[in-house]
């Protein structure tokens, strides 16, 4: 029987690496800047570099179920999505923070279920989502997507919590982003504070403004000098 994965690797090796060899030995040789932390779910639906468009070098990414940030008293212990925050914007110093959240989201339908008991690690996770659920008893199409973008709303607002987010957010030199990816649609929402809505991307004049917007950005969502 082949093994596929090792047959991957082969590929990656032969063909994919040669075409990129000069990229990754400057990535090395000067290390990597990326200028975007972008916390995503764990969904394997959602390909960040495919959805942004960039490469090797351009995106430091977390990624976790539901995109959820933990709290930064470390009320939920040890974690590396706190730990990842910390290093990207106090090591890296990045520009943009993006939370990505998607329509059929997993963790986002479990906050209106059941674990299994042997889960005990998704259940403690998953109350970082729960306020952002709303009071029903069985979710449809309307209340899924409505909790989806409320719980990314409320990974924007915790991660104002954090002192060096805070610090940079103030001082006009880091944005938060919200968004939503519609994956039947292949389109990302953005929030936007203006409006206090998500925005198609198709119609938006940015890419996400908040919900701390402090400064006038440019298209791409870096604060204008």
């Known amino acids: 029987m082949p093994d596929e994965l090792l047959e991957r690797l082969r590929r990656f090796k032969d063909d994919a690496f040669p075409q990129q060899r000069s990229l990754f ?3 090395v040789d000067e290390g990597q800047h990326p200028l ?6 764990s969904d394997s639906r959602l390909v960040p570099y495919l959805l942004t468009g960039t490469g090797p070098g351009e995106l430091f990414l977390v ?16 974690h590396g999505t706190a730990a990842a925050i910390e290093y990207a914007v106090l090591n890296l110093q990045v520009r943009r923070v993006i ?3 998607h329509s059929h989201c997993g963790a986002i339908r479990a906050l209106y279920g059941e674990v299994p008991p042997a889960a ?5 996770w998953l109350d970082l989502g729960r306020e952002a659920a709303l009071p029903v008893a069985e979710p449809g199409p309307e209340v899924m997507r409505r909790t989806e973008q409320r719980a ?13 987010v805070r610090e940079q957010v103030e001082a006009r030199a880091l944005t938060l982003h919200g968004w939503h990816y ?4 292949g389109e990302v929402h953005v929030f936007d504070v203006a409006v ?13 403004t908040g919900p701390y917007q402090l400064t006038e950005l440019d298209a791409s969502g870096i604060p204008l000098a």
């Open 196 to 208: 206090g809505a998500f925005v198609p991307a198709s119609r938006a004049d940015n890419a996400g």
């Open 152 to 164: 990314i709303v409320l990974q924007l607002e915790r991660l104002m919590a954090y002192p060096m």
């Open 182 to 185: 519609v994956i039947e649609d």
């Open 25 to 27: 030995r400057h990535l």
């Open 36 to 41: 975007t932390l972008f916390i995503g779910c």
């Open 120 to 124: 005990q690690n998704l259940a403690r």
């Open 63 to 78: 990624r976790n179920v539901g995109a959820f940030v933990p709290p930064y008293d470390q009320s939920h212990g040890f």
């Open 99 to 101: 939370v990505c959240g």
